[in-house]
């Protein structure tokens, strides 16, 4: 089941993903471009999510990659969530979220409306902020035309911030009859 969820959060947000090429190259190195971007940020996507640390370097590196052609936040978002996995760094944290929501992401700043308002990852409350973030939404695109709501996006985020449910130990197949 909670493959299943991965999967679709994962579907959810691969939406964020693609932008079209300007048509005015025939060469078509920018499709390609984007299709690379696409791909690593979506092993990225799936490397924090499952939560196995031998993939977090791998991870970093894809984000590091595709930082170049992402100009909606993903990366930012991703590298954020990724500093989560990795242990506590609020202030690096805030800061990748500040970043991804400076371009407009909006599960970066349903993200940090929840570190603001609960507090998460942070010492105290600051309604101030929480609100702030939350009203940056509302003008955002994707809040005007509903999809994802404020409230979806809220509980998106906090799914992506729970501890992913520990993975199966791995499989031997020698572990019985090899030498």
């Known amino acids: 089941?909670?493959?299943a969820l991965v999967i679709g959060?994962?579907?959810v947000l691969g939406g964020c993903a693609s932008q079209p090429c300007?048509?005015?190259?025939s060469d078509g190195s920018c499709r390609a471009e984007r299709m690379l971007y696409q791909n690593d940020l979506l092993q990225a996507k799936i490397l924090i999510a499952i939560g196995d640390?031998?993939?977090y370097e791998l991870a970093d590196a894809l984000l590091k990659r595709s930082a170049a052609l992402d100009e909606r936040g993903e990366?930012?978002?991703y590298q954020a969530l990724l500093l989560i996995r990795q242990g506590p760094q609020p202030e690096q944290v805030v800061s990748r979220?500040?970043?991804?929501s400076a371009k407009g992401h909006p599960h970066a700043m349903a993200l940090l409306y929840k570190m603001y308002q609960d507090p998460y990852l942070l010492d105290q409350r600051d309604e101030a902020k929480a609100q702030g973030y939350r009203e940056a939404y509302s003008k955002?695109?994707?809040a005007q035309s509903g999809y994802p709501s404020f409230d979806k996006a809220l509980e998106l985020v906090s799914q992506l911030v729970e501890p992913p449910p520990p993975l199966p130990e791995r499989f031997d197949p020698c572990e019985d009859r090899c030498p």
């Open 97 to 100: 979220l500040e970043e991804a």
């Open 9 to 11: 959060l994962l579907a």
């Open 140 to 142: 955002l695109d994707v």
């Open 53 to 55: 640390e031998e993939g």
């Open 75 to 77: 990366i930012e978002f």
């Open 1 to 3: 089941m909670k493959n």
């Open 22 to 25: 300007d048509q005015n190259g």
